[in-house]
Each structure stands twice: as C-alpha cells, then as structure tokens.
C-alpha cells in the first residue's frame, strides 16, 4: 500500500521558533509538494520539488524554506514561527507525470 | 500565474446527480485532475483527465475541454458518504496548483 507520512498530526510552537515539518514517501515518486489549507482558499503551494536537491517555489513561499536531500524525504522549515503560520500543511506526492497526487495525513500546526 | 475558479458548495439530495464545474487559467497545462476530501481527513485522488472528453469511474465521471479551459466532474447515485469537499487541480510546469474546493452536501 503506497504511503506518505508525516512525522507529526499536531504540533504546538512559539512565535519565533524554527519549526521542522517531515515528509518520507515510499513510492519511489520524483515529485514532493507541500500545501497549506486554510478554511475557504483551498490548498495553497508552498514549495515542490522534482528531483534530489531541486526545489522550486509555489504561490506562497514566504517565510518557509525546504531541503530535500534524499527522494524520499522532503522537509519544510519555518524559519521564524508566525502565528499567521497556524495551519494545516499537507505534504504529497506523485510520479514525474503529475497524473496523480498521493497526501499525507496532515499536519496541524498552531503557533502561539 | 495559474488559477482555477469552482463553485464553493453544491447541496444535492440523495440518489441524485450532481455537477462540479471547474474553469482554470494556467499555463503549461498537461491534465486536470479531482480530489475528494472528507472533513478530517488527507485529499485522495479521483480522476484525471489529459485529454477532451469524459471518463468513467463507476459513479464519478470527469470531463474536461481543454479549448474552453473547462472541466467537471459528475458524481451519480448520490450517497450521504459522497458528502465531502472536492478539489479540481491542474498539472502544469512540474507543479499541481488546486482550485479552493466545493462543498458537497447531500440531503437526504
């Protein structure tokens, strides 16, 4: 059975922490993505990768940095914790062709 | 820059036929595609569509046209577990941006 895992479903961070959001596919998938969903916009892209050490910026960058150093791994980093950062990221995915996206079950992060 | 446009709910009774209407604005696009999400949990994948024309899945059917920039998906013998929100997404420049979803509410 294919799976995306997250390391963590909740977490609690301080304004200002830097935080680490972990992402481990084992479907041998080149591309990685990380969404954030907010009530009413949807998931938005923050970050995605299609390849080792490649990254290339979503819609909504700012304030986030990600690595990806193995295939199977993509993590993505707040820098400096925000509370306009609570929210619940969504990491995915798929083959090189794009047709399908497979999520992991989320992680829901409140900054305060 | 990329956008999609779909309607933000729907509310269709039980055993009845539904349309979700997808319009997109990208550049660079290879395929649309439908997700479904039910409240609490990850997306999980429907259909795609690279092509004019419909596919079948069982109860769900998407269509895309790609010279009107339009898709749709069609959910039929609604069941109260189709209650979800739904997400059309594009596939262009190695990248998948999502529409904002609809909300699907099924009355009994």
């Known amino acids: 059975d294919v799976k995306v895992t997250q390391s963590s479903r909740y977490l609690v961070k301080r304004t200002g922490e830097k935080v680490f959001l972990e992402c481990v596919q084992d479907m041998d998938h080149e591309n990685m993505f990380w969404y954030r969903q907010d009530p009413g916009l949807g998931l938005r892209l923050i970050y995605f990768s299609y390849d080792v050490k490649m990254k290339e910026k979503g819609d909504i960058p700012e304030g986030y940095s990600v690595s990806r150093e193995k295939k199977e791994r993509f993590s993505l980093i707040l820098e400096s914790a925000s509370t306009n950062q609570t929210s619940m990221y969504l990491c995915?995915?798929?083959?090189?062709?794009?047709?399908?996206?497979?999520f992991g079950q989320g992680t829901r992060l409140t900054v305060v | 820059g990329q956008s999609l446009e779909q309607p933000s709910e729907v509310t269709a009774v039980e055993g009845a036929i539904v349309q979700i209407n997808c319009t997109y604005q990208?550049?660079?696009?290879?395929?649309l595609s439908w997700y479904q999400q039910h409240d609490g949990g990850a997306p999980t994948f429907l259909s795609y569509?690279?092509?004019?024309g419909l596919e079948e899945t069982g109860r769900f059917s998407s269509f895309l046209s790609r010279s009107d920039s339009y898709g749709y998906l069609l959910l039929q013998e609604l069941q109260m577990k189709d209650s979800a929100s739904y997400f059309c997404a594009v596939e262009g420049d190695d990248k998948i941006i999502f529409g904002k979803g609809t909300r699907l509410h099924i009355l009994p």
């Open positions: 995915a995915s798929s083959p090189r062709q794009n047709t399908e996206a497979f």
């Open positions: 990208t550049s660079g696009f290879y395929g």
């Open positions: 569509n690279a092509l004019d």
